[in-house]
């Protein structure tokens, strides 16, 4: 793998997409154990691997800094693309810090991207080419061992319980507040391992690995192709328990006053924060229930025309963080977190996915994931919380939540 300065346009870059068949499952290519990414679904998707350029931005200004140098450097490729479908010519993925400060954001482009969709495969490749590399054999780790990380799952129960005081006098109406757990292996996890266990999983989330961010999340924070924009949005949750059927749980996930007010708040977070950039805005009156194995959340997706000339990191910045991530009043929440979390998020809760030289792509936000780096894993979790949460049920749902990258790792 080779990491490279950004080249000047006149360095000749030159990017060819075409098909490739057997029609094959991008996961299934990832040659090498590091250095992986991916962001699939149901067994579309694109993986990537080599590393052409990369550009890790910080602050406030993160997603302006990301498109900029994103547009100045396809501006640069010569590009021959034979397939013409979203995610076809020279793309990036990225993945950005949850927070303006502290947090390292990053955008890698791969120097080979293999992408599916429906029946069509493609390879997309930077010259020179790499000669193939041999796909090496998928390693298991070794059994995890567990320690708290950062915030304790105790001293998250205490924030927990002091977000709901705050709250009930006046300080917030929601706020996420998230803890993180640490695992560590023998040996360096191969992160196609997670990848392949999630995906196995959790079809219906967007399996994602970017610089050793690695997770399968439910929530989209934005899709743009072409004009149109779409978003999936979650907040409310609840788990599975003994003598309860999914159809119950699901009724009275509908039917909570509290998950209610917790997903209003981050659809009209959304809402509020795409409507500037839309022709048309469609959000739903009323959420529908998302199934997962481990946890269930109420959903919205809402879908617009993007009448400006913006691209999807562009709007990312706009809607990030939702309330879904972050809270409401944005700045209120924002600071609660600082406060009671006491802890670096990093690229968790921070928009991941792709974007490609139309300024098109996909965003999803990163939950249900992990940092991995060699033996050292950091997982997280967090929950909305409103004035009447219940600290011990919000321990619970966390711990639902660890469970998809729990489960990952121990296969
Ligand atoms: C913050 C997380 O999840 C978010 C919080 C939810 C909630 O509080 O109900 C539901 C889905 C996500 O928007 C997480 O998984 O870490």
Redesign the pocket.
Known sequence: MTSAPVPTPDAGLRARTRVLTPRAEPLAALPGPTNVLAWTRAGDGVVGWGEVARFEPAGPGRFAAADAWWREFVGGVEVRDEVGLPGTGPLAFVSMAFADEPGRSVVVVPRVVVGRRGDTTWVTEFDPHEPAAPVQPVRRPSVPRYAEGELSVSDYRAAVSEAVARMRAGAADKV?L?HDLTAHTDEPVDQRFLLHNLAARYPGCWTFAVDGLVGAT??LLLRRGADLVTSRV????TWPRAGASGDELAAELLASRK?RA?HEY?VRSLAEALRPFCAELSVPDEPHVLRLPNVL??ASDVSGRVREDASLLRLAEAVHPTA??GGTPTADALRLITELERMDRGR??GPVGWVDARGDGELG?A??CAEVDGAAVRL?????IVADSDPDREVE??AA?LRPIRDAMEG
């Open positions: 996420v998230a439910p929530e979650l907040a409310g949750t998950d917790e981050a959340h109420l879904a991530v968790y809760a936000i939950l249900r997280f979790a967090g929950c909305g749902e966390a939540k």
